[in-house]
């Protein structure tokens, strides 16, 4: 099947071919997708190939490359809020996050697509480095007060699974897309008496499913999507609004990645 990477800085990944359905994910630049189907009016059913997410795209966000091409490897991300390029001479301006293949000397070149970065970003290694804690809380704060917005995979709006998905992509650390997935990763932590910055804390829903994720900071702290990126306190019940003082998610897991 044909492979793709995308061309825009963020396009909707959707439940059905229609503008009109519901947004499940994102695809951010840079990303590659296979295609495994078409439909009607230039919709490609694609599966994601950071994630394996599996949704419908707009053939018009996305650039068809080769095989070869497509397995690359990332080799850096952009970990700028913004970060402005040009894409076959257009500028864009692109969101914290996006990857780039075959970066070398302020350009990377894959097949049809040629992007030259504008000033010399500090662009951080895909993975094969210790993490860094300091620099993954660095990132996540980049998130403060960003909106929740359900799908959303990005600095612009975000829901709590894409929040720690991109904030652990920095860091080298694949994650599955939904929190559902996300919990079967990584170690379990027995007590949030012995949570450390960087463990994931999951919850669950009355009916026992996991709905929520958040990045704790420590024992009692946590930073997750809530209405927008907020810290907010924990204990071993769940999270309290610290506006509020009432407590909203009910404490389900903590796993370790690193």
Known sequence: MPYAIVVVPVAPLRATAAHRSEMISQLLWGEGVEIINTAPDGWVEVVNQYDGYTGWASLSHL????????????THYLPEWSNEILLNGQPMILPFGCLLKGYTNLSAKWGNVQVNLLEKPPVLPAAGSPVN?????????KFLNTAYLWGGRNVFGVDCSGFVQNVFKLSGIPLLRDASQQATQGITVDFLQEARLGDLAFFDNPEGRITHVGLLLNDHEILHASGKV??????NQGIINADTNIRTHQLRIIKRFF
Request: net charge negative.
């Open 63 to 74: 650039e068809e490359v080769s095989e070869e091409i497509y397995h690359a490897p990332a």
């Open 133 to 141: 804690t300091k620099h993954l809380l660095a990132d996540a704060k």
């Open 230 to 235: 907020r810290i907010d306190p924990i204990d």
